[in-house]
């Protein structure tokens, strides 16, 4: 009877920011002139949480939204709203049709409930649609959904316990504020009882904030809102919408440490990775040729790696904060990321080592209020001299790496029987990421080009080059062929050399092609007219910082290259009697304490030398370190796109 009675509290609880009727607020929205460049604009936005003290949480969200284009019209001729079944149950309680003429309809089409769109990951995930029809640019769609559960499935129960977050009588709350269409107002409201300790904190911008005790129910109600929020539109490259846009963190976990702790437990509770046999005999079988400590970790983790498919179709009890068991992976071979760093783990404690599960947020940063903000599992290894060290089998398939180096600068949580803070990746030296490109070539009286040219890389950036040999062996050289051929198709490829894709652990990748380009300086009596080719960016793939647009002249946020790296390109020309300059860039040097760029020509006799070297010392920058990265990414163009004109 008391359960009742609450749900019939949260449910006839009116939604308290919305004082005017929804035809005022219509009207008064605005249309397309208002919001030039926009399909729609949301009037309102409100949720209201109710959370029991088991840590399950009704959730009521009400939102009105204005079509202001066709396409607006298209977008909302549906109402989507995505769950899985497994951890969350979805009712959509009320869809009504505000017309352009004033008049209203509420639909009363069936809810259809169809398995979502997936790719690679072939999950429950699913969706409750309503169809709303035809629309017109001046009509608003009004929706209320009740919904219960949370994001992330735990095991299977009976009755309302599989809605139950997994931290028990835990709540917490991921809640952006912003969007890709205008909103009028958006509010966020929970109450939840005193006795749960609620931290939060906003991110990124303000929010005008309530906190008032019901004290008739012995609750405290947050109120938390934003009116007039407009879409940010950011450059290429930069940080992840959360990084800098404004949102609010809450939850009533008490610090990471409580966090880490848990799950430790709930994984060792399950068993998720206790070895069986025949993943034991495995091991045996794969470290006979280890000779030592490092040797041992690199084995079993490059295999995981390389062995186990990413593919999300294994299923049953664990899933999401509790991970698959060593029975489950092994016999599959597939899984997603923490699929394979649970049998990682149980594969290193087979062979001796501590080893346990952590979490990360790919892409994204981690704020210090320990609200979920994981997408990503890895592992952890405990050294014999007690460091803990990270291993990702989901990132480094073929890469020489342990930890991929395109995750550093990012936020983790170890799961550790003693409990951990949350950490951040440190940042990978350049030098470990080195892309060394050298030439040797002579251009003919007749202006065919003749040479030789050479490509090694580590780190990531030998990961980068690999990405050539994805296809299968028998086509690996038309695929270096092809590398050649797009700087330029009549390119006449006398040889290639190239290291042994399959073992590649054994050295870092080198690339040796021979060839002949026919015709490729312009050549008079008078004239040379040419640009050296290795400023034609040959594996450009390894160069990711040639991907962020160097037209944006200023930053107001920061933004994030593939990985630090370390790049040199080195060719020396032999040329017919040209001589004089005509046209011949100068040198162009950046300085700063992260990026460094020197480039210049020597012209001595017949001998034309190019040298570029490029250091990017970290993977996230600050907005105000744009201006010398900028610079670099400009002069290396400039070397690009500049002609080369001598005379005798």
Same mark, same amino acid.
């Given at each position: 009877?008391?359960?009742?009675?609450?749900?019939?509290?949260?449910?006839?609880?009116?939604?308290?920011?919305?004082s005017?009727?929804i035809?005022e607020?219509?009207?008064?929205a605005?249309?397309?002139?208002?919001?030039?460049?926009y399909?729609?604009v949301?009037?309102?936005?409100?949720?209201?949480?109710?959370?029991?003290d088991?840590?399950?949480?009704?959730?009521n969200?009400?939102?009105l939204?204005?079509?202001?284009t066709?396409k607006?019209?298209s977008?909302?001729?549906?109402?989507?709203?995505?769950?899985?079944p497994?951890s969350?149950?979805?009712?959509? /309680?009320?869809?009504?049709?505000?017309?352009?003429?004033?008049?209203?309809?509420?639909?009363?089409n069936?809810v259809?409930?169809?398995?979502a769109?997936?790719?690679?990951?072939y999950?429950?995930?699913?969706?409750?649609?309503?169809?709303?029809g035809?629309l017109?640019p001046g009509?608003?769609?009004?929706?209320?959904?009740?919904?219960k559960?949370?994001?992330?499935?735990?095991l299977?129960?009976?009755?309302? #316990?599989?809605?139950?977050?997994?931290?028990?009588?835990?709540?917490?709350?991921i809640?952006?504020?912003?969007?890709?269409?205008?909103?009028l107002?958006?509010?966020?409201r929970?109450?939840?009882?005193?006795s749960k300790?609620m931290?939060? +904190?906003?991110?990124?911008?303000?929010?005008?904030?309530?906190?008032?005790?019901?004290?008739?129910?012995?609750r405290?109600?947050?109120?938390?809102?934003?009116?007039?929020i407009?879409?940010?539109?950011?450059?290429r490259n930069t940080?992840?919408?959360?990084?800098?846009?404004?949102?609010?963190l809450l939850s009533?976990?008490?610090?990471?440490e409580?966090k880490s702790?848990?799950?430790?437990?709930?994984?060792?509770?399950?068993? +998720?990775?206790?070895?069986?046999?025949?993943v034991?005999?495995?091991?045996?079988?794969l470290?006979?040729?280890?000779?030592?400590e490092?040797?041992?970790?690199?084995?079993?983790?490059?295999?995981?790696?390389d062995e186990?498919?990413?593919?999300g179709i294994s299923?049953g009890?664990g @899933?999401?904060?509790?991970?698959?068991n060593?029975?489950?992976?092994?016999t599959?071979?597939?899984?997603?990321c923490?699929?394979?760093?649970?049998l990682?783990i149980?594969?290193?404690?087979?062979?001796?080592?501590n080893?346990?599960?952590?979490m990360?947020m790919?892409?994204?940063?981690?704020?210090?209020i320990?609200a979920?903000?994981?997408?990503h599992?890895?592992t952890v290894?405990?050294?014999?001299?007690?460091?803990y060290e990270?291993?990702?089998p989901?990132?480094?398939?073929?890469?020489?790496?342990?930890w991929?180096s395109?995750e550093q600068?990012q936020g983790?949580?170890?799961?550790?029987?003693?409990?951990a803070?949350l950490?951040?990746?440190p940042?990978s030296s350049?030098?470990n990421?080195?892309?060394?490109?050298?030439?040797?070539?002579?251009?003919?009286a007749?202006?065919?080009?003749?040479g030789?040219?050479t490509?090694?890389?580590?780190?990531?950036?030998d990961?980068?080059i690999?990405?050539?040999?994805?296809? =299968?062996?028998?086509e690996?050289k038309?695929?270096? @062929?092809?590398?050649?051929l =797009?700087?330029?198709p009549?390119?006449?490829?006398?040889?290639?050399?190239?290291?042994?894709?399959? =073992?590649?652990?054994?050295?870092?990748?080198k690339?040796?092609?021979?060839?002949?380009?026919?015709?490729?300086?312009?050549?008079?009596?008078?004239a040379?007219?040419?640009?050296p080719? %290795?400023?034609?960016?040959?594996?450009?793939?390894?160069?990711?910082h040639?991907?962020?647009?160097a037209?944006?002249?200023?930053?107001?946020?920061g933004? /994030?290259? /593939?990985?630090?790296r370390?790049?040199?390109?080195?060719e020396?020309i032999?040329?017919?009697k040209?001589t004089?300059?005509?046209?011949?860039p100068?040198?162009?040097?950046?300085? #700063?304490?992260?990026?460094?760029?020197?480039g210049?020509?020597?012209?001595k006799? =017949?001998t034309?030398?190019l040298e570029?070297?490029?250091?990017?010392?970290? /993977?996230?920058?600050e907005a105000?370190e744009? +201006?010398?990265?900028?610079d670099?990414v400009k002069?290396?163009?400039s070397f690009?796109?500049?002609?080369?004109i %001598?005379?005798?």
């Amino acid at each position: 009877m008391k359960k009742k009675s609450l749900l019939l509290f949260f449910f006839v609880l009116p939604f308290f920011a919305f004082s005017q009727n929804i035809s005022e607020l219509i009207a008064k929205a605005g249309d397309s002139k208002t919001f030039s460049g926009y399909d729609q604009v949301t009037i309102f936005d409100s949720t209201y949480s109710y959370m029991e003290d088991n840590g399950l949480c009704h959730v009521n969200i009400h939102t009105l939204t204005k079509v202001l284009t066709y396409k607006g019209a298209s977008n909302n001729s549906v109402v989507k709203i995505n769950y899985d079944p497994l951890s969350a149950y979805v009712e959509i /309680r009320k869809v009504i049709v505000h017309r352009n003429d004033g008049k209203s309809e509420v639909i009363t089409n069936p809810v259809c409930d169809y398995v979502a769109p997936a790719r690679a990951i072939y999950w429950g995930a699913s969706q409750k649609m309503v169809e709303v029809g035809h629309l017109e640019p001046g009509d608003a769609v009004e929706v209320e959904f009740y919904r219960k559960g949370y994001t992330y499935a735990l095991l299977q129960t009976d009755d309302d #316990s599989q809605y139950i977050p997994p931290m028990r009588g835990h709540f917490y709350d991921i809640v952006p504020f912003w969007s890709s269409q205008p909103i009028l107002e958006k509010v966020y409201r929970v109450s939840i009882l005193k006795s749960k300790e609620m931290q939060y +904190s906003i991110y990124n911008g303000e929010l005008t904030t309530s906190v008032v005790p019901d004290a008739k129910n012995d609750r405290m109600i947050y109120t938390f809102s934003k009116k007039n929020i407009m879409p940010i539109s950011v450059p290429r490259n930069t940080l992840a919408m959360s990084d800098i846009a404004p949102k609010l963190l809450l939850s009533t976990s008490p610090d990471w440490e409580a966090k880490s702790l848990w799950f430790y437990n709930v994984n060792e509770d399950y068993g +998720s990775f206790d070895p069986t046999p025949e993943v034991q005999t495995k091991v045996n079988q794969l470290l006979k040729p280890a000779k030592n400590e490092l040797d041992s970790i690199s084995i079993l983790t490059h295999w995981v790696a390389d062995e186990m498919r990413y593919s999300g179709i294994s299923m049953g009890e664990g @899933e999401g904060f509790t991970l698959h068991n060593a029975k489950m992976n092994f016999t599959d071979r597939c899984g997603v990321c923490k699929d394979k760093a649970s049998l990682l783990i149980a594969m290193l404690r087979a062979a001796g080592f501590n080893a346990y599960a952590a979490m990360t947020m790919a892409g994204e940063r981690i704020d210090r209020i320990p609200a979920d903000q994981f997408n990503h599992s890895v592992t952890v290894v405990q050294r014999r001299n007690g460091q803990y060290e990270l291993l990702d089998p989901t990132w480094v398939p073929r890469v020489r790496e342990l930890w991929s180096s395109a995750e550093q600068q990012q936020g983790y949580l170890m799961g550790l029987p003693e409990g951990a803070d949350l950490m951040e990746t440190p940042v990978s030296s350049s030098k470990n990421h080195y892309l060394y490109i050298s030439g040797k070539s002579e251009i003919k009286a007749d202006g065919t080009l003749v040479g030789e040219l050479t490509v090694t890389a580590e780190g990531q950036s030998d990961a980068a080059i690999r990405g050539i040999f994805k296809s =299968r062996y028998s086509e690996w050289k038309n695929a270096l @062929e092809l590398e050649l051929l =797009r700087i330029d198709p009549r390119a006449e490829i006398t040889s290639i050399q190239n290291t042994d894709e399959l =073992r590649y652990l054994e050295q870092p990748v080198k690339i040796t092609y021979k060839y002949t380009i026919p015709n490729y300086a312009i050549v008079s009596n008078t004239a040379i007219i040419f640009k050296p080719l %290795l400023t034609q960016n040959v594996f450009r793939r390894a160069m990711g910082h040639l991907n962020l647009d160097a037209n944006v002249e200023k930053r107001i946020y920061g933004f /994030r290259d /593939r990985c630090s790296r370390l790049m040199t390109i080195n060719e020396t020309i032999t040329l017919p009697k040209y001589t004089k300059v005509i046209q011949l860039p100068e040198e162009k040097t950046v300085e #700063s304490e992260t990026v460094t760029y020197n480039g210049k020509y020597t012209l001595k006799n =017949r001998t034309l030398t190019l040298e570029q070297k490029a250091d990017f010392g970290k /993977r996230i920058y600050e907005a105000d370190e744009w +201006s010398a990265f900028r610079d670099a990414v400009k002069a290396q163009n400039s070397f690009t796109e500049t002609f080369i004109i %001598l005379e005798k």
